[in-house]
């Protein structure tokens, strides 16, 4: 299975140039891979939410919105399944959420981002919410598993990530790292972590070009297996990883 790592650049606030950006990259990669990965938070930015729920639930989006049928749509015409990180709103509740898109156009998979890393918690109420727990999802012969940025460094959830036994571990992130301090030594902590949380781990890392940003993404993306490098995209750029998972 080829797997798709988009660093993809990402303007916060802004949905609309965020799906044309994603769906341009579905058509670059059509024929070319079986599901392409995108960031933690792409769709809106991660700083797209001022803690205000009468404001910040009008960003948020449910399944049903406009922004989600479009790429299921371009998922579809692409012939290829993609996933990528929101916003959602699920009722009356905010969660930082990770989709996952079948080549049909078909929702197989939503994550719920388990750790707290993603919100203000000095502002926020019982309206902004994580998930519970990490869970596997088969998909074309194989199962994957998601955790989104600091879930996989929390307290406990490695090995609760390594007891899924999943043969493809997705890891979006928003990381804001200088790229030369990611390239030279950050990404080999990640290793080590990965190698805590699975045997194939994807990392992908969205490339925020939002000048205003307090912590922009820096882009970039990491194939890792076994607590090794396989292959990675360096922090910095934006563009395309592709792996092969057999």
Known sequence: MKIALVS????????????????????????QADVAVFGE??????????????ADRHTAVTLTDASIQRMRTAARESGTAVSFGFVERYGEVLYSSQI???????????????????????????HYREGERFASFPYRGKTFAVGLCGDLWTAGRPAEMRALSADVVLWPVWCDYPAGEWNRSVKLEYAGQAGQCG?????VNPCCKDPAAADAATGGAVWFRNEEIVSELPAGTEGVLLTEIR
């Open 199 to 203: 045997t194939c781990v994807l990392l």
């Open 41 to 54: 938070s792409v769709l809106q930015g991660f700083d797209c939410l001022c803690w205000d729920y009468a």
């Open 100 to 126: 996952f898109i079948g080549a049909d156009g078909k929702i197989i998979n939503v994550f719920h981002r388990v750790s707290a890393g993603w919100k203000d918690c000095r502002f926020t109420d019982d």
């Open 8 to 31: 993809a650049p990402v303007w916060n606030g802004d949905i609309d140039r965020n799906v044309r950006t994603m769906v341009r990259y579905l058509g670059k990669l059509r024929g």
